[in-house]
Structure formats: C-alpha cells, structure tokens
C-alpha cells in the first residue's frame, strides 16, 4: 500500500486561529471534513488517518510550531515509512499575491522558517510543496506580526470560496501525481 504524509504548517493554540501562518492547518481541516475524518492529538501534532483509492493518507498537523516542524515531519515520516518522494507540505507564501498557488516538487525555503527548518531537518530540500499566496502587505521589519495576525473579511471571505478548489488539487496529487497538479493548479 503507497502511503502518503501531507504536512500542513502552522501554529498550535486558539491564539494562532484564522491567522495568516495557519494556511496549512486551515487546508488539511477543509480535507479531512471532505473525508469525514477528525483529527487526534498524537506525538508531535494531530493526525488524521484514511484511505483513497488503495492510498493510505495521513493528515498531519505538527505540535512544534512553524519553526520547529521538521522534528514533527521526521518524525511521522519514519514512523509511518514514507519515502519522501511522497511528502507534500502545505504552507503560507509572503511572495506570493493573495490566493496564488504554487505547487513545486523540490526548492528553497523562499524564507519560510516552517520550510528551512523541514530542509534542515531532513537534510534536503527535494520534497513537494504547495504554497498560498498571503500577499506581502505589510510596513518594514514587520513580517512577523502580518503572519501572524488574523485574515482581514475580505481574505477570509475569498479563502471560503477556495475550499473546493483545494479538495480537487489534493485529489489530484494523490490520484494524478505532481506533475499533472503542477499543471493544473499553479498560478
């Protein structure tokens, strides 16, 4: 059976809810209510568990913070034995204008602390990825504090409509592999 780990980055704690750096959170819950599947908290994060077409999926969402997620993903990835051909993370893009998408099988961190520190961690950077545009919005020195504030209406509102956008590029990756989804979802 091919399994799957599909890393969604982000902040625990009720104070990191709905907040820009949560992209990947936000996402693997849209797929797991798709699935009917909850999440558990296990060792470094929470889990959900299922199957789709003979693949075994495993949602995680890690407990160590964006900076720290490559302890969680490491982790995951040797207790579940995953190659990480088939690891896909799922983050926030501060280069990225607001709602663009941009799924690459390997690269840099492109500045993301959750990414560098997974590189690091995993000792390369050839592992899939799908980034969300946050926009770069934000006065001088304070990338920090736009990150990690909440989405205004307007983003949240576009963020909604996406839910089904984002179910399909999921499906295909799993179903169609990275190059068909690069194909169809980047932009």
Not at 32 to 60: A, H, M, P
Not at 97 to 113: E, Q, V
Not at 165 to 174: A, G, P, Q
Request: aromatic share 12%.
């Amino acid at each position: 059976m091919k399994k799957f780990l599909i890393v969604g980055i982000g902040n625990i704690g009720k104070e990191y809810d709905n907040t820009r750096h949560n992209v990947g959170f936000q996402i693997l819950d849209y797929i797991s209510k798709e699935f009917q599947q909850d999440f558990e908290t296990v060792k470094y994060g929470q889990i959900s568990k299922f199957r789709i077409k003979g693949k075994s999926i495993i949602l995680l969402k890690p407990s160590t913070y964006v900076n720290l997620s490559g302890k969680a993903v490491s982790y995951w990835l040797k207790k579940e034995k995953i190659g990480i051909n088939n690891l896909f993370v799922i983050s926030d893009d501060l280069n990225l204008d607001f709602g663009k998408i941009r799924i690459k099988t390997k690269g840099t961190d492109g500045g993301h602390n959750g990414l560098k520190d997974i590189s690091k961690v995993l000792g390369t950077n050839d592992y899939s990825r799908f980034r969300f545009g946050i926009g770069g919005n934000f006065p001088k020195g304070r990338q920090s504090d736009y990150v990690l504030s909440k989405w205004n209406s307007d983003e949240i509102a576009e963020f909604i409509t996406l839910e089904t956008h984002f179910i399909e590029l999921f499906k295909s990756y799993l179903l169609e592999g990275i190059d068909i989804t690069m194909n169809k979802f980047n932009g």
